[in-house]
């Protein structure tokens, strides 16, 4: 006789789908849209699209070899986004949001991340 366990398995949470450039152009877009005047919001959302065109020409991966800067906002150095990311995904963990804490553990690969970053410092 096989003993059943008294509480059943988890199933793991399928791992989340990362987010592509086009979905952190979209977060930039909804996180400037503030309360302020249209034209504002929209002139905010070129000229940061215009930033991260310059710096990293949209590439999450981009890397200056001059200066260890990374990712679309170019964080220099690049522990800089790591250790930021690696805090709100602490803090996603212990509310329980497994999948949002993998996301921003996902930095290095996940431009809404890292724009979310280049957007708030």
Not at 32 to 45: V, Y
Not at 58 to 83: E, F, L, V
Request: net charge negative.
């Amino acid at each position: 006789m096989v003993a059943v366990p008294s509480h059943p398995t988890p199933t793991p949470s399928p791992t989340p789908q990362m987010p592509t450039v086009d979905d952190a152009k979209a977060y930039m877009a909804v996180r400037l849209a503030g309360p302020a005047d249209p034209r504002w919001r929209i002139t905010q959302f070129y000229c940061a699209d215009s930033i991260f065109k310059y710096e990293s020409q949209w590439d999450p991966h981009a890397t200056n070899p001059r200066s260890d800067a990374y990712g679309i906002p170019q964080s220099n150095p690049k522990s800089k986004i790591g250790d930021w990311a690696v805090g709100k995904a602490k803090i996603l963990e212990d509310a329980g949001d497994v999948n949002g804490a993998w996301l921003y553990r996902a930095w290095a690969d996940n431009p809404v991340v890292q724009v979310e970053w280049g957007l708030t410092t």
